[in-house]
């Protein structure tokens, strides 16, 4: 028997579902289960990856497994195989092309597989509370597709949101009062189990997460925004599957009308919500490709002190900022993050702007 988890918005969130799986359990056997949907940055081509999109899968009865030997076919690009041998519990891929009732199989057969009684959906962020009108909201489908197909599949499943409004979408202030069940922060020690993972990974929201959750304040700069941490920052709360989808209306909809693909959920989603992120997902993908890589106006910086002066200007009043704010400041790639932690000599989820 083995715990199950799913990263409920694809991207990133197996970082931080890596910390709630360590804050909550000692099972060295987990598996989490994520979308392969990450930003364009890592993924030229818009919307989430299927199964045909890779080579290499690990054996599984759960599913398919991520290893160090599972490629993206170009030109797709993914961090899971890579994250597979930086986490220690194993990655199963969620393919939402199936639509709610494919997607509740999969959920069903990787339960069952584990042998756990019970599903924790892991959110980091809390987007997955989302009522569908707050101005900021980016990406509600991933995380009500989630829901929809937990309840579908019949599971036991839990709800964790990690890190509230770290992700942008919805304001800590908005998210907080959704928020009565129990809480917990992780510790050092669980923070440690992404380490390997954060080192070099681009994930915004889990870095700043497990930075609070280590109990960094103040202002960080991220790519899209500034960020304040406070002491909810570093906290995961509980909530039952209910109680998450009695706040999300994409997600109840999904489940009362089982969209049977993604273009069905989309549609839906564009119903419920009033926006298709996949329709600006393949807008932003186009203007990348019609757009030449810009030359860099100034050199590298190569010293420290070079690197934090940079960054102090462009950032004025933060504290830190996210390693992927720093690449896309020095016009560098997020491949790049390992250079420049080398280079900075900072081995934290953030890069603190002390000369």
């Not at 054996?59 to 994250?83: C, D, K, M, N």
């Not at 992780?186 to 990974?201: K, S």
């Not at 960094?216 to 709360?237: C, F, I, N, Y």
Request: with cysteine; charged share 20%.
């Amino acid at each position: 028997m083995s715990d199950l988890l799913i990263a409920a918005g694809g991207g990133g969130d197996p970082v931080g579902t890596a910390i709630v799986h360590a804050a909550t359990s000692r099972d060295p056997h987990a598996v989490i289960a994520t979308y392969a949907w990450e930003r364009l940055e890592v993924d030229p081509t818009p919307g989430p990856l299927g199964p045909a999109a890779f080579t290499g899968w690990g054996e599984s009865a759960g599913g398919h497994r991520f290893t160090g030997r599972t490629t993206a076919v170009p030109p797709a690009g993914s961090t899971l195989p890579r994250l597979s041998e930086s986490l220690g519990p194993s990655l199963l891929l969620l393919d939402p092309y199936q639509g709610v009732p494919g997607l509740a199989r999969q959920i069903r057969r990787a339960a069952d597989a584990s042998g756990c009684g019970q599903v924790r959906i892991v959110d980091i962020g809390g987007d997955i509370l989302t009522h569908g009108d707050e101005p900021t909201l980016q990406s509600p489908l991933p995380d009500a597709l989630t829901l929809a197909a937990c309840a579908t599949a019949g599971v036991t499943a839990s709800v964790h949101v990690a890190g509230p409004g770290l992700d942008g979408e919805i304001p800590e202030g908005v998210l907080l009062p959704r928020l009565t069940g129990g809480h917990l922060t992780p510790t050092d020690q669980d923070v440690r189990a992404a380490a390997a993972a954060l080192a070099w990974h681009p994930s915004e929201a889990s870095a700043l997460f497990a930075a609070a959750a280590t109990g960094r304040r103040g202002t960080v700069r991220t790519v899209g925004a500034e960020v304040r941490l406070t002491p909810a920052s570093g906290q995961v709360h509980h909530l039952t599957l209910d109680q998450a989808l009695a706040h999300n209306p994409l997600a109840r909809a999904l489940y009362q009308e089982q969209p049977g693909s993604l273009e069905d959920a989309e549609r839906l989603a564009l119903r419920t919500c009033g926006f298709s992120e996949l329709a600006r997902e393949r807008e932003a993908a186009e203007r990348l490709s019609a757009t030449a890589p810009a030359s860099r106006a100034v050199p590298v910086p190569t010293s420290r002190d070079q690197v934090l002066y940079m960054l102090w200007q462009s950032a004025p009043g933060a504290g830190c900022v996210t390693f992927r704010y720093a690449a896309r400041v020095l016009g560098l790639s997020w491949r790049d993050i390992p250079r420049l932690r080398e280079l900075t000599k900072a081995d934290g989820p953030l890069l603190p702007l002390v000369m």
